[in-house]
């Protein structure tokens, strides 16, 4: 699934970071890995001082020289020793170069940190990132800046990595689906993973003409939708067969606060001993398409702002990529009609959905 993995560096050690997460992804997949660092040749090349001759070229050529020796000290590090690794030293505005590589050189997942810096003039990361978040049809797995949440990610651990799908109701939301289930089997090897799909509905207004006959049926038909989707996913046999599937309905007056404090806290869920959180957040993003959509742009960027932890996003043009392959071809072909019945945005009538939102 994860055949060519890119790896932005900086020269910084949080940006390094990202390196043994992508690793372990790749032994996983038999895939390879490319290290990139980007001079920005503006920004990073200090002017000469008032009275002072500087050969400008000379100082470029330098920094050239330095970047493409710091990425082979890279290449070299344990974490990557056994696996295909290039390296590219590259100049340009560091978040344009870097989606333009990934584009040219086929990437089917970008892993990095969300902060770093180098030098005097610092590129950070977390900038870069949101770029990237915001522009990458490319998944990409962002780890964050505070260590406690990656902790878990970065090194090796003895329990399996549990990731969070947060799922409205669309098959676009769907999409991410295989791609963090092979994450999480992938950083949770030998062990199997871990694939808890969290489902929200929005808490009915007082007065608002909701009945409550209505509200429960739209939880029922919530939870089919879920067991649907559960017993699609355990007969996919890579999926079923490489993590452990749980599901959680959620009634919310506010998603981002709702989808932070699950992905911090964890879920309720009958027969899973409690736990504080999960390691990883995954979400399809896409544009509204009505009332009944709230994985939008501007709710995913709150959720980004405000999480800890790590998160694996997939946008609009990667999501119909993954729509297109065989996980989606089998599950349209066979529930498409259940989807119909049982999906959130067939949960309800149009007025109750109105008055419920």
Same mark, same amino acid.
């Given at each position: 699934?994860?055949?060519?993995?890119?790896?932005?560096?900086?020269?910084?050690?949080?940006?390094?970071?990202?390196?043994?997460?992508?690793? !372990?992804?790749?032994? &996983?997949?038999? /895939? *390879?890995? %490319?290290?990139?660092?980007? =001079?920005?040749?503006?920004?990073? @090349? +200090?002017?000469?001082?008032?009275?002072?001759?500087?050969?400008?070229?000379?100082?470029?050529?330098?920094?050239?020289?330095?970047?493409?020796?710091?990425?082979?000290?890279?290449?070299?590090?344990?974490?990557?020793?056994?696996?295909?690794?290039?390296?590219?030293?590259?100049?340009?505005?560091?978040?344009?170069?870097?989606?333009?590589?990934?584009?040219?050189?086929?990437?089917?997942?970008?892993?990095?940190?969300?902060?770093?810096?180098?030098?005097?003039?610092?590129?950070?990361?977390?900038?870069?990132?949101?770029?990237?978040?915001?522009?990458?049809?490319?998944?990409?797995?962002?780890?964050?800046?505070?260590?406690?949440?990656?902790?878990?990610?970065?090194?090796?651990?003895?329990?399996?990595? !549990?990731?969070?799908? &947060?799922?409205? /109701? *669309?098959? %676009?939301?769907?999409?991410? =689906?295989?791609?963090?289930?092979? @994450? +999480?089997?992938?950083?949770?090897?030998?062990?199997?993973?871990?694939?808890?799909?969290?489902?929200?509905?929005?808490?009915?207004?007082?007065?608002?003409?909701?009945?409550?006959?209505?509200?429960?049926?739209?939880?029922?038909?919530?939870?089919?939708?879920?067991?649907?989707?559960?017993?699609?996913?355990?007969?996919?046999?890579?999926?079923?067969?490489?993590?452990?599937?749980?599901?959680?309905?959620?009634?919310?007056?506010?998603?981002?606060?709702?989808?932070?404090?699950?992905?911090?806290?964890?879920?309720?869920?009958?027969?899973?001993?409690?736990?504080?959180?999960?390691?990883?957040?995954?979400?399809?993003?896409?544009?509204?398409?009505?009332?009944?959509?709230?994985?939008?742009?501007?709710?995913?960027?709150?959720?980004?702002?405000?999480?800890?932890?790590?998160?694996?996003?997939?946008?609009?043009?990667?999501?119909?990529? +993954?729509?297109?392959?065989?996980?989606?071809?089998?599950?349209?072909?066979?529930?498409?009609?259940?989807?119909?019945?049982?999906?959130?945005?067939?949960?309800?009538?149009?007025?109750?959905?109105?008055?419920?939102?």
């Amino acid at each position: 699934m994860f055949q060519h993995i890119l790896v932005p560096l900086d020269g910084s050690l949080r940006a390094e970071r990202a390196i043994p997460v992508a690793a !372990r992804i790749a032994w &996983a997949s038999h /895939g *390879s890995i %490319l290290l990139v660092r980007v =001079l920005d040749t503006f920004t990073n @090349v +200090s002017w000469p001082m008032a009275g002072a001759s500087v050969d400008l070229s000379d100082a470029v050529g330098i920094k050239r020289a330095n970047v493409n020796a710091y990425l082979k000290q890279m290449a070299d590090v344990d974490a990557l020793r056994g696996l295909t690794v290039t390296t590219k030293a590259l100049e340009g505005q560091p978040a344009e170069t870097l989606l333009a590589v990934a584009q040219n050189m086929q990437i089917d997942l970008i892993v990095m940190s969300s902060h770093g810096h180098t030098g005097l003039k610092p590129w950070v990361l977390g900038s870069v990132a949101q770029f990237i978040e915001r522009h990458s049809t490319i998944l990409v797995l962002i780890l964050r800046d505070q260590a406690d949440p990656s902790q878990r990610l970065l090194h090796g651990m003895t329990e399996p990595i !549990r990731v969070i799908v &947060a799922l409205d /109701g *669309s098959p %676009l939301s769907e999409a991410i =689906l295989p791609a963090a289930a092979g @994450v +999480s089997s992938a950083l949770s090897l030998p062990l199997p993973g871990t694939l808890h799909m969290a489902m929200m509905l929005p808490e009915p207004l007082q007065g608002n003409g909701t009945t409550a006959g209505s509200y429960s049926m739209a939880i029922r038909s919530a939870q089919a939708y879920l067991n649907m989707l559960s017993q699609r996913l355990r007969r996919d046999a890579p999926i079923g067969l490489s993590v452990e599937i749980t599901s959680s309905i959620s009634l919310h007056s506010n998603v981002s606060e709702t989808l932070v404090k699950l992905a911090e806290i964890g879920a309720d869920m009958e027969g899973v001993s409690a736990f504080t959180g999960y390691d990883l957040v995954a979400v399809a993003v896409h544009g509204r398409e009505g009332v009944d959509r709230w994985l939008n742009p501007s709710v995913t960027e709150q959720v980004l702002d405000a999480t800890k932890v790590p998160v694996l996003v997939i946008r609009p043009g990667q999501v119909e990529a +993954s729509m297109a392959g065989p996980w989606h071809r089998q599950s349209s072909a066979g529930t498409s009609s259940c989807l119909e019945r049982c999906g959130p945005h067939r949960l309800y009538g149009a007025q109750v959905l109105q008055d419920l939102f």
